[in-house]
């Protein structure tokens, strides 16, 4: 392990195919991959490496009593470092991306990357992942379903459209069976929810039920921009007419 | 060929009027080699030449008869990832599809706009040399186009129309157009755990009936008396891989060794092609 070739620092362009390092020293990131105990670049682009979080701390979830385990869900993501916390590596085209910053607001952050980027020829495209928190539009309602159509991904606004499907189950995590969705969506909504699966063919299957997921923005009967008065309903601040939504818990910014 | 919507140049060969020029030299004699066994032509690669395709590249191999004409010219273009159409059956990873197309002009005997059958098998190969190279799990859902027109066809204009084999020339364009497919796809940012890159080399028999075949890569075929057998292969050169292998003629069967020394040189063509690659994917991002 201490010949020349290790202990060298990696490049810093790397096409792909090219060898990073031994999987010993570096996590793999977006741009990478492993193959026989080595980190190889699968990408054309500039090296990053990545100093491991301070301890990131894992994501506290809203107070409240204990669920009732009432679905099986995948095991939590594996600790996002293993104990050794390795620095990561990745290989990306853009020469200064802030990649997935914890700490920085959605909207701080995305206008880091936009500035840092702008110059730049293009981004990667991206696409939704299980477990990314993507905003989306409402498309269409049915009883059994909302159609929504995926507008950003993470902080990274998609250039494909992707079509989205919240069924009636996936609405909340109580009272599943009084949910009902035009109580809870109406076409023209923008929402945030979490991908739970690729689901099928055409449509992601997406999720609501959490406290912060849901319609954030909401356009009343009227024509108005309403404002979130509960966690079921929104009022349009002209007419005062209260309308019924899943509504997302306000984030602080 | 039925093709009534576009106004449609004469089925035939139509080759321009070449006017005797005091000034070139004259040709030499068609049937020599004016390499050596071992040594591929020059080529010249680009990436970044469609702007509206997620990626694309251009390729460009001399013809050797007459040094600083080019042979071969390849554009590509990869359109993608994006979402497959509604119809396609669930794929949890990248869908390819690749297209392969002489442009009407590109060789002596004048392409249909429609895709006939051997450009048709050109688009087979390739996709067999690239979904080696690719991640494909990376790009659950999507798809990809990959289209490569061929603009000039690497058929040399002194040779008379049925002299060549045309499936010779094929071979050539396909090692081209995996090069080209490579680079455009590194250009547009899908994950590959490899260059891969295409060579071609073939086992030839030159003047004189008693001479004894001899193994050379990227041959021409006008440049050949006769070409016995041929293969083109893509390779992996950092995995030591070959992700497509087309084999074509016949071998003497007193040497058993010599479909392994094919093979062998195709690789080394390959690799050549695969420095040019690299290095004109290390100057993009620069």
């Known amino acids: 392990m201490t010949t020349t070739t290790t202990t060298t620092a990696p490049p810093t362009l790397a096409v792909p195919g090219q060898l990073l390092g031994p999987a010993s020293r570096y996590q793999p990131g977006p741009g990478t991959h492993l193959h026989n105990a080595n980190l190889y670049a699968s990408l054309l682009g500039h090296v990053h490496i990545t100093q491991p979080a301070q301890q990131p701390q894992q994501r506290q979830r809203a107070p409240g009593p204990a669920k009732r385990l009432t679905k099986i869900t995948p095991a939590p993501a594996p600790a996002p470092t293993p104990p050794a916390e390795l620095p990561t590596i990745s290989v990306a085209v853009a020469e200064v991306r802030s990649s997935r910053v914890p700490a920085a607001g959605a909207g701080a952050g995305a206008a880091v990357a936009s500035g840092g980027g702008g110059g730049e020829r293009k981004k990667r495209e991206v696409l939704p992942e299980v477990g990314n928190v993507v905003l989306c539009r409402v498309v269409r309602i049915t009883p059994r379903q909302a159609v929504v159509a995926i507008l950003v991904c993470g902080d990274s606004v998609l250039e494909a459209e992707w079509q989205g499907l919240i069924r009636v189950q996936d609405v909340r995590a109580t009272e599943k069976d009084r949910v009902r969705i035009y109580e809870s969506f109406r076409p023209g909504d923008v929402v945030r929810a979490e991908v739970i699966s690729l689901g099928d063919q055409a449509n992601y299957y997406l999720s609501t039920t959490r406290n912060e997921l849901g319609v954030v923005l909401a356009v009343s009967e009227a024509g108005n921009t309403m404002q979130p008065v509960s966690w079921k309903e929104f009022r349009d601040p002209e007419t005062g007419a209260m309308e019924l939504r899943k509504v997302a818990q306000p984030q602080p910014q | ?286």
């Open chain 2, 1 to 286: 060929m039925a093709d009534r919507r576009r106004i449609n140049g004469p089925a035939g060969a139509t080759i321009p009027p070449v006017f005797d020029d005091v000034s070139t030299p004259k040709l030499k004699s068609p049937k020599t080699r004016s390499r050596p066994p071992n040594t591929t032509r020059k080529m010249y690669l680009k990436t970044g030449v469609t702007p509206s395709a997620s990626g694309s590249a251009y390729l460009e191999i001399e013809t050797s008869a007459t040094p600083g004409v080019s042979g071969l010219k390849l554009s590509c273009s990869v359109h993608g990832p994006r979402s497959l159409p509604r119809s396609a059956p669930f794929s949890p990873h990248i869908v390819l599809s690749t297209h392969v197309k002489y442009a009407p002009f590109a060789t002596k005997q004048r392409r249909g706009y429609l895709r006939d059958p051997s450009e048709r098998d050109l688009g087979i190969h390739l996709e067999a040399a690239l979904r080696g190279a690719i991640i494909a799990d990376r790009w659950p859902k999507s798809g990809v186009d990959i289209i490569i027109s061929i603009v000039e066809g690497d058929q040399d204009r002194e040779t008379s129309l049925l002299q060549g084999d045309e499936v010779w020339d094929m071979m050539n364009a396909l090692g081209g157009c995996i090069t080209v497919a490579a680079a455009a796809l590194a250009d547009a940012g899908i994950d590959c755990v490899d260059t891969v890159a295409g060579g071609v080399a073939a086992l030839v028999q030159d003047a004189g009936e008693d001479s004894i075949p001899t193994v050379v890569v990227d041959p021409i075929p006008s440049e050949h008396e006769k070409i016995l057998a041929a293969c083109c292969i893509a390779y992996l050169p950092t995995r030591d891989e070959v992700t497509n292998l087309w084999f074509r003629g016949d071998l003497p069967t007193s040497d058993i060794d010599l479909y392994t020394s094919l093979v062998e040189k195709g690789i080394q063509a390959s690799k050549n092609a695969n420095r040019v690659l690299v290095g004109c994917l290390a100057e993009t991002i620069e």
